[in-house]
Structures are given as C-alpha cells and as structure tokens.
C-alpha cells in the first residue's frame, strides 16, 4: 500500500477543517432558523364559583350569589423574535366588570395589543394592555385570593396607549407609557388630556407612578414580594390616589404557605381608606381579612374562601339591612389551558 505524503496529508486535513466549518456553521443556522420561527398560541382559563351569601362587599368579580359564572377566557397569541401580538377576549360576568367602559364588538377585548422587540433591551408596546399597577389582576388563575382587594377594584384594570420596557439589567427594569384616559380602551374622549405612565423594577419590587388626565389623577403604587422561605411567600401592596374629586389608600399583605405541590393555603390582609364618594363607601375606612386554600390538580385549581370586612360606618347591607361587617363564604373552581 501507498504511503499519503506530505501534500496529501495537508489535503485530507484542509478537507476535514472545512467539512467541520461548513457542518458547524449549518448546525448553526439551523438552530437559529428554528429559534427565530414565529410561534402562535392558545391559552386562558374558564372560572365558575358558589357564593353563600347574596351580599357581597363591594369589590370587583366574585360579588354574585349562589351558583355563578365567572369568565371564559381565550388568549391568541403571535410572538416572533422582533414582533408580535396578543389578543385577549373575555366572555361572562367577570369579563364584562373588566371591561366596562367598552361598546359594541369591543366588549369582550381584554387585552389586544401588538409588539416589537427594537433591541434585546427595549420593547415598544401599541394597543391595550392590562394595568402594571397594584399586586392583582383580572385574570382568576394569576391571583391567589379568589375575590379581589378594594385597592385593585379601585384602580385602573387597564390602559390603551405607547410603551417602552427597558431592561437595563437581570434585576432592573424601567417602563415609561403615554396612554388614553384610565381604563378608555377603545379611543381617547374627545377633549380629555392623556395619561403618563412609569414603572421601576428592582430585584422584584415595582415602584409604580400614573398621572394626568382631565381630573389629575396622581397614583403611586408598590407592588413586590419576597421568599422568606422555600415554602412561605410574603407578597405586598401598598398605594395612594388622589385626584379632583376622590383620594383613596391602602395597604395589603399576602402570606402564603406551600404544603405540598398540590395545596397551599394563603391570606390577604388589607387596610383601606377613602375620602370621596367611589364605589362602597363615602369617607371611611375598610379592614378585610381573606384566607383561601387552593388546591391543584394538573390545570384544575379549587379555592375555597372566607372573607371577612369591617367598616368604620356602615357602608354594607345584609339581611337585617345596614352593618359595618360583612362576611362571605366563596368556592371556586379555576381550569387553565
């Protein structure tokens, strides 16, 4: 047999270099045509409840009596590595209370916005979006307590308008927004001034701010949390609204206890005060105390809830007429998908 000489050897090592470029270089194209593929998707939850009383304290969604509906909620989305969208539509008596101030074909639009990805830093947002401010949310899979604060039943649910997040590190974000009139989803009021949104994150904690519009809304907002162990979370609200015409405050802690993967049981102590005539009551002050146990199975989630508030004068009505207390049992059942 033929020995290779020197000038073969070089060949077939050339050959082997660049066959190993050529393959590396392919894998590598492959991997980021895959990673740049646009995905859709579909996802939401269906939520239905029992109340046991027909008085309820006067906070948003779970306020109806006996068997009750809350929403069916259905999300597309369309997310790319620059852009994309996001359609959130609500359907029932949950999803109406979210979007009230909305008409027409409009009416079940939770959320219906579009993205794009200017930088792996900066990401503009046009549309309408669910609100940054305050610890809960519309959607009954997101919160732990089933029924929802006076200071979130309070604030905007959302906002239609421009924004900026910022990331600026792993652990500090910025958002910076101009919007429409609070929770004026569908267009701006003719004649009415635009809102200025801004929002810090540090390490998990948000420090929210909301301004202007016709009745110079002024709202300071902050939201954050903490582990305090493996299995216990301390979560935490605190805010401040004035406007023209009303001020309301509170503060909110949410302890909650992880005993196995599938139970957990958790409590909502909130402190609120008003000075106007919003909502529940005219000047006074509210304490309420929520415990809810939530027990998962797969996407199934079951919370059973006691609610307990008391008043400064009496704001509430239950069958013996006027009180400054209320309580009320709730069971809900929650399907994500």
Excluded: C, W
Aim: charged share 15%; no cysteine; net charge negative.
């Amino acid at each position: 047999m033929k020995q290779l000489t020197n000038k073969s050897l070089l060949f077939v090592l050339a050959l082997t270099v660049a066959f190993t470029v050529i393959s590396t270089e392919e894998a590598k194209a492959q991997e980021a045509e895959a990673q740049e593929a646009p995905t859709f998707s579909v996802s939401g939850t269906v939520d239905t409840y029992f109340r046991s009383s027909e008085y309820a304290p006067g906070t948003s969604f779970a306020n109806l009596s006996g068997f009750a509906l809350g929403m069916a909620n259905v999300i597309l989305s369309y997310e790319g590595e620059k852009h994309g969208f996001v359609a959130d539509l609500v359907y029932g008596p949950r999803g109406a209370d979210a979007v009230f101030n909305s008409t027409g074909s409009s009416s079940i639009v939770n959320q219906l916005y579009v993205y794009y990805n200017v930088s792996e830093k900066l990401t503009l947002t046009l549309g309408n979006f669910n609100t940054f401010l305050g610890y809960e949310v519309i959607s009954p899979a997101a919160n732990f307590n089933y029924s929802t604060s006076y200071m979130f039943s309070y604030g905007p649910f959302s906002h239609t308008g421009l924004k900026a997040d910022v990331s600026i590190t792993d652990d500090v974000s910025m958002m910076l927004g101009v919007f429409n009139s609070t929770d004026q989803t569908e267009s701006q009021p003719m004649d009415e001034d635009y809102m200025f949104g801004a929002q810090l994150g540090l390490y998990g904690q948000y420090i929210n701010f909301l301004s202007g519009g016709d009745t110079s809304v002024t709202q300071i907002d902050f939201t954050g949390g903490i582990d305090i162990t493996d299995s216990f979370y301390l979560g935490v609200n605190a805010t401040s609204f004035e406007d023209d015409t009303i001020e309301f405050s509170g503060v909110a802690l949410y302890p909650q206890y992880s005993f196995s993967d599938s139970f957990a049981l958790g409590a909502r102590y909130e402190a609120f005060t008003e000075n106007g005539s919003l909502g529940a009551f005219g000047d006074g002050d509210n304490t309420s105390i929520t415990i809810t146990g939530s027990y998962s199975s797969g996407n199934f989630t079951l919370k059973p809830e006691f609610r307990i508030d008391t008043a400064s004068e009496k704001f509430y009505v239950d069958a013996d007429g006027d009180t400054d207390s209320l309580s009320s049992f709730v069971l809900a059942a929650i399907y994500s998908f």
